[in-house]
Nanobody, 114 residues
Framework: QVQLVESGGGLVQAGGSLRLSCAAS????????MGWFRQAPGKQRELVARITGAGFTSYAVSVEGRFTISRDSAKNTVYLQMNSLEPEDTAVYYC????????WGQGTHVTVSS
């Protein structure tokens, strides 16, 4: 069965950086569109970044220019490099398949302090 496990979250000051990882099993990530989502308390979950099987990337306006999604096929892992973090980026971050959502995992918490 497909499993996606997020890691790399933590506490960081505004302006800092974090790198999130999504380790996949039961699937080959380069064969599918993969995405990073986030959900802040009291807000809907939103898609912030995606990468297609062909390697094309796209971003939500709120993170474009600051976040970069990438993948390592050898490790079957998707990454989200987050730079110039802002308090508004505070949320639980999840990975999933935007075109065929599976059960949501635990996610990884990101807290940005001002």
């Amino acid at each position: 069965q497909v499993q996606l496990v997020e890691s790399g979250g933590g506490l960081v000051q505004a302006g800092g950086s974090l790198r999130l990882s999504c380790a996949a099993s039961g699937m080959i990530i380069s064969s599918y569109t993969m995405g990073w989502f986030r959900q802040a308390p009291g807000k809907q979950r939103e898609l912030v970044a995606r990468i297609t099987g062909a390697g094309f990337t796209s971003y939500a306006v709120s993170v474009e220019g600051r976040f970069t999604i990438s993948r390592d096929s050898a490790k079957n892992t998707v990454y989200l490099q987050m730079n110039s973090l802002e308090p508004e980026d505070t949320a639980v971050y999840y990975c999933n398949l935007p075109l065929r959502l599976i059960d949501w995992g635990q996610g990884t918490h990101v807290t940005v302090s001002s």
